[in-house]
């Protein structure tokens, strides 16, 4: 944020980049609307939500482990069935050693996916459009006030937890895993280490249920700021850094409520990366145009994490396809175990998701009664006019250069007022 107020067209130097102010007032840019960056997640007639992520990819990711369970698991079948054949004895030792090693190195390392990306989909929640109210809703934390240091807190106590009870489950199948008769000592070893596991869960449960449930009462809280669309603060930022041994750009499209009482800050503010100013543009404009001329005028979202899409998909590829790459695409769908993948995407953004969101915007949500649906001010109305002149007369414009026009234009016209 800036001390002086950004205007549509506006071209800034920064510390980091460079910026194109957007907005206020949300005009015309010309360009053709567009979601490159497939941040619309859904839409009706009242409200348009955006959110960033591949949810779909972090489902497969998680479950992709218990495919990896089931093929060991289905491995150590083999070899067993393979003795079987061989020697006519059938022994169970094989799979379940391999079900015990799957229950300690593979299937947490599932779980901790799966909830790493149910607890990221809560902290991103969706910056939400509302056309007939023409106001923005956007996230943002509030600290509880009270700073909570759990002593050993952190990623690395969970790993050495882990560890240890890795351990000492180890030292307890000993003697069923060992060959040959176990003597006294090696079940005194196995009963030492059933008394460890005992004192280590009378340490460690109580420990990290406290814990969670102390992180989880002084957890920031959130809340949505709820401002008119017309001043939103929107511009497109080229950042750039400069590292020892590497440069790098990003262009980042970033939605912003000002804080009145501190012009270096916003209340909330949310960026996303649309990788040139072009698509940038394009991006805000879906916006725009959904806010301006309703939901039919900007792009549908991608539905691309929904089961419907999946199906569809699936018998595309079977008509489109060859056998064999159809039975490579049913490999690959079965490995990161898809259809499950994205029954569990329309959970988290169906139930898990409209849990989380405060109680507030939902009722900011409700449709509107047709007698106090907002109107667009006459400022808007009138820029738009000067735009459209601007854009007609100069047809080869790019919708940067438009927008830098108009802004040019509406400084000149300030200033001869002046």
Not at 79 to 85: C, E, K, N, R, S
Not at 199 to 216: A, D, Q
Not at 399 to 413: C, D, G, V
């Amino acid at each position: 944020m800036s001390e002086q107020r950004l205007q549509a067209g506006e071209r800034r130097q920064t510390e980091a980049g460079d910026i194109l102010a957007l907005s206020p007032l949300p005009v015309e840019t010309g360009a053709e609307a567009a979601d490159p960056v497939q941040w619309i997640r859904q839409k009706n007639n009242e409200c348009m939500d955006l959110q960033g992520g591949n949810l779909v990819f972090a489902a497969e990711f998680a479950l992709m482990f218990v495919s990896l369970m089931l093929l060991m698991l289905a491995a150590g079948f083999a070899m067993t069935f393979a003795v079987f054949i061989d020697r006519g004895t059938w022994d169970w030792e094989p799979p379940l050693y391999l079900l015990i090693l799957n229950a300690f190195l593979t299937l947490p390392w599932g779980l901790v996916i799966h909830f790493r990306a149910s607890k990221e989909l809560k902290k991103s929640p969706p910056i939400r459009l509302n056309r007939k109210k023409r106001q923005v809703a956007i996230p943002h934390w509030v600290p509880s006030g009270k700073e909570v240091k759990i002593p050993l807190w952190g990623e690395s106590l969970f790993m050495w937890v882990y560890i240890v009870y890795f351990i000492t489950f180890g030292v307890i199948i000993t003697p069923f895993i060992s060959e040959g008769p176990v003597d006294a000592y090696g079940w005194t070893f196995a009963g030492y280490g059933l008394l460890a596991l005992i004192i280590e869960s009378l340490i460690f449960v109580p420990y990290l249920l406290i814990g969670l449930k102390l992180r989880k009462k002084h957890a920031p809280r959130l809340e949505y700021v709820y401002y008119p669309w017309e001043k939103l603060v929107a511009y497109i930022e080229e950042r750039r850094s400069l590292g020892p041994t590497i440069f790098t750009e990003q262009v980042m499209l970033t939605l912003a409520v000002p804080n009145p009482d501190d012009p270096q800050s916003a209340l909330a503010a949310t960026s996303i990366n649309v990788g040139h100013e072009t698509a940038g543009i394009a991006q805000w404009e879906s916006l725009r145009r959904f806010m301006e001329d309703g939901p039919e005028a900007c792009p549908d979202p991608q539905n691309n994490d929904t089961l419907a899409h999946y199906k569809e998909n699936c018998r595309k590829a079977r008509q489109e396809k060859s056998m064999g790459a159809w039975l490579w695409k049913k490999v690959g769908d079965w490995f990161f175990q898809r259809y499950l993948a994205h029954k569990l995407t329309e959970w988290r953004t169906k139930r898990l998701l409209p849990k989380t969101l405060p109680k507030d915007l939902h009722e900011w949500s409700q449709p509107v009664p047709e007698g106090q649906q907002a109107k667009p001010s006459e400022e808007l109305k009138k820029a738009n006019q000067k735009i459209r002149a601007l854009r007609k007369k100069n047809s080869h414009l790019t919708p940067q250069r438009l927008l830098e026009e108009f802004y040019k234009l509406s400084t000149e016209n300030e200033t001869l007022l002046a």
